[in-house]
């Protein structure tokens, strides 16, 4: 299927089969209005882009930092408009400290899995 501007388009089953999301996650990024279906067809089916594609990544990619919502859309708002968005560098290097802090978090916790692991491995 292609767009009326000649790219590739895709129903929601393979951009979930591309994104290794679940249908039910899609849906509800597309009801926040985190990842809204640029088209449907005319039975109703949600048509998405490689743009779309793309967003998601970058949604699956901040999603385990801990960002709300409204974070996110911020976020992605940021990242499509930059500076002419209107937030400044200011709010995106606050985003940027928070990830390193939710990353530098999860390190801790993954090396206290990896020290559990390997006392009961030792057993």
Same mark, same amino acid.
């Given at each position: 299927?292609?767009?009326?501007?000649? =790219?590739?388009?895709?129903?929601?089953?393979?951009?979930?089969?591309?994104?290794?999301? =679940?249908?039910?996650?899609?849906?509800?990024?597309?009801?926040?209005?985190?990842?809204?279906?640029?088209?449907?067809?005319?039975?109703? *089916?949600?048509? &998405?882009?490689?743009?779309?594609?793309?967003?998601?990544?970058?949604?699956?990619?901040?999603?385990?930092?801990? *960002? =709300?919502?409204?974070?996110?859309?911020?976020?992605?708002?940021?990242?499509?408009?930059?500076?002419? =968005?209107?937030?400044?560098?200011?709010?995106?290097?606050? &985003?940027?400290?928070?990830?390193?802090?939710?990353?530098?978090?999860?390190?801790?916790?993954?090396?206290?899995?990896?020290? *559990?692991?390997?006392?009961?491995?030792?057993?």
């Amino acid at each position: 299927m292609t767009a009326k501007t000649g =790219s590739t388009t895709m129903h929601i089953g393979e951009l979930a089969e591309r994104t290794g999301l =679940s249908l039910r996650t899609i849906r509800h990024y597309d009801e926040v209005g985190l990842l809204p279906a640029r088209a449907r067809t005319d039975g109703g *089916f949600r048509v &998405y882009s490689e743009e779309d594609f793309e967003r998601l990544m970058v949604i699956k990619q901040i999603k385990p930092l801990g *960002f =709300s919502l409204e974070e996110m859309a911020d976020i992605l708002a940021i990242l499509r408009e930059g500076q002419a =968005s209107g937030h400044g560098p200011g709010k995106l290097s606050q &985003y940027l400290e928070k990830a390193m802090e939710q990353r530098a978090k999860m390190a801790r916790n993954l090396a206290q899995a990896d020290e *559990f692991i390997k006392r009961i491995s030792a057993l």
